[in-house]
């Protein structure tokens, strides 16, 4: 069955899979799942939840690394919307 990839947002035959870095489970292509790509917005919220790119563990930043270059992304543009995942928290828990 075609299935939009969670990832590349190809319609394809996708693997329901876990990611290799949280307890979330995702809808992969075959491409994205053979290169530990992943959706964009699981990265941000996974940085964050580390408190950002520094605290990551060298399999992890590997993983970002490669994911930004797929996204055509910044490690700037990455902190930004980690920057802007905490004040959304921030905002909603006031």
Request: net charge negative; with cysteine; charged share 25%.
């Amino acid at each position: 069955m075609l299935r939009k990839c969670e990832a590349c947002g190809e319609k394809d035959e996708c693997i329901t899979c876990s990611s290799s870095f949280s307890g979330q489970t995702f809808a992969l292509c075959r491409s994205c799942y053979a290169n530990d790509i992943y959706p964009y917005d699981a990265l941000v919220s996974s940085v964050w939840s580390i408190e950002g790119i520094d605290n990551a563990t060298d399999w992890f930043l590997t993983i970002v690394e490669n994911n930004l270059t797929f996204y055509g992304k910044t490690k700037e543009e990455l902190d930004s919307d980690v920057n802007f995942l905490e004040y959304r928290f921030n905002e909603e828990n006031k």
